[in-house]
């Protein structure tokens, strides 16, 4: 059975920094693009951050670029999210995510089909 | 930034009633163009990418269509479970980008 679980997650003040961890379970990151996706309280999915299978190709949301850093450890089955300078406007529970099918050349990843629980972040005073 | 506008808002249907949910693109997203079904407290389930492929155990009674700019998303028969929020979502165009939404209530 497919698994993600995160940890991570807390409350930091702004300016703070924290590393949210996702580790797969049932199958192997090393084939699949992998996601960060977060959702605000009351609000509509945003999508942070993908990375490819291999870890070559990654991509950040404007909102949180140079201050968040996708990445993975494929021998750990395990993803990452660096955030360093949150600020009050990151607070939302982020979920990492998995793709729905295989990586291969040429694909570009963005349809997450397994979930992780979520981990609630909390950026305050 | 590729915008996704759902419609409408809010649906009020009874079960087994038919649900009609639309999404429409601000450019073409050829068929990159997921649904998600998400309900409170739990993370959004994938029912569709690529416009139709339906994703793993997802019931015969969601269906998913659509290219370009306008997309359907329909359930045939609404069972108690489906009352739900809708998201549709392209991978087009980084930044991938999610509608806003539609919030399918019991009647």
């Known amino acids: 059975e497919v698994q993600l679980v995160e940890s991570g997650g807390g409350l930091v003040q702004p300016g703070g920094s924290l590393r949210l961890s996702c580790v797969g379970y049932?199958?192997?990151?090393?084939?699949?693009?992998m996601h960060w996706v977060r959702q605000s309280p009351g609000k509509g999915p945003v999508w942070v951050s993908r990375?490819?299978?291999?870890?070559?190709?990654?991509s950040i949301a404007d909102s949180v670029k140079g201050r968040f850093t996708i990445s993975r450890d494929n021998a750990k089955n395990t993803l990452f999210l660096q955030m360093n300078g949150l600020r009050v406007e990151d607070t939302a529970v982020y979920y990492c995510?998995?793709?729905?099918?295989?990586?291969?050349?040429?694909?570009?990843?963005?349809?997450?089909?397994?979930w992780g629980q979520g981990t609630l972040v909390t950026v305050s005073s | 930034e590729i915008v996704l506008t759902q419609s409408p808002a809010t649906l009020s249907l009874s079960p087994g009633d038919r649900a009609t949910l639309s999404c429409r693109a601000s450019q073409s997203v050829n068929t990159y163009l997921a649904w998600y079904q998400q309900k409170p407290g739990q993370a959004p389930r994938l029912l569709f990418y690529d416009a139709s492929n339906r994703a793993s155990d997802i019931p015969a009674r969601f269906s998913g269509s659509g290219s370009g700019t306008d997309f359907t998303l329909t359930i045939s028969g609404l069972e108690p479970e489906d009352f739900a929020f809708y998201y549709c979502?392209?991978?087009?165009?980084?930044?991938?980008?999610f509608g806003g939404g539609t919030r399918v209530e019991i009647k």
């Open positions: 979502q392209q991978r087009s165009n980084w930044p991938l980008t």
């Open positions: 995510a998995r793709e729905v099918r295989y990586d291969s050349r040429n694909y570009y990843g963005g349809a997450a089909a397994y």
């Open positions: 990375i490819k299978s291999d870890g070559t190709i990654t």
């Open positions: 049932g199958f192997s990151i090393s084939d699949f693009w």
